[in-house]
């Protein structure tokens, strides 16, 4: 079965950065969306970032300029850098994949992210 697997969370101060990864394993196409999304404390999910098999991306507008998505076909991977980090990032981040030819949609457990002010 297809499962994502993230990594690269953790704790950091106000103005730090860090990248995380997905790695998709168990899936024989590539995804045509890959990307990111989070939940913050007492918040609905949201989307962050996304990036299609084409390399076209999207991005929150709170996190443009300081957040970048890339992804690797070959290997369906997919990382997030996140710059100049705010407290209101803190949140679980959750990576995401979708093949709309299939109406796929996969979802990994989260990782932690906490920025301190």
């Known amino acids: 079965q297809v499962q994502l697997v993230e990594s690269g969370g953790g704790l950091v101060q106000a103005g730090g950065s860090l990248r995380l990864s997905c790695a998709a394993s168990?899936?024989?196409?590539?995804?045509?969306?890959m990307g990111w999304y989070r939940q913050g404390p007492g918040k609905q999910r949201e989307l962050v970032a996304t990036i299609s098999s084409s390399g076209s991306t999207n991005y929150a507008d709170s996190v443009k300029g300081r957040f970048t998505v890339s992804r690797d076909n070959a290997k369906n991977t997919v990382d997030l850098q996140m710059n100049s980090l705010k407290p209101e990032d803190t949140a679980v981040y959750y990576c995401?994949?979708?093949?709309?030819?299939?109406?796929?949609?996969?979802w990994g457990q989260g990782t932690q992210v906490t920025v301190s002010s």
């Open positions: 995401n994949a979708q093949h709309m030819g299939y109406g796929s949609d996969y």
């Open positions: 168990g899936s024989i196409f590539r995804f045509t969306v």
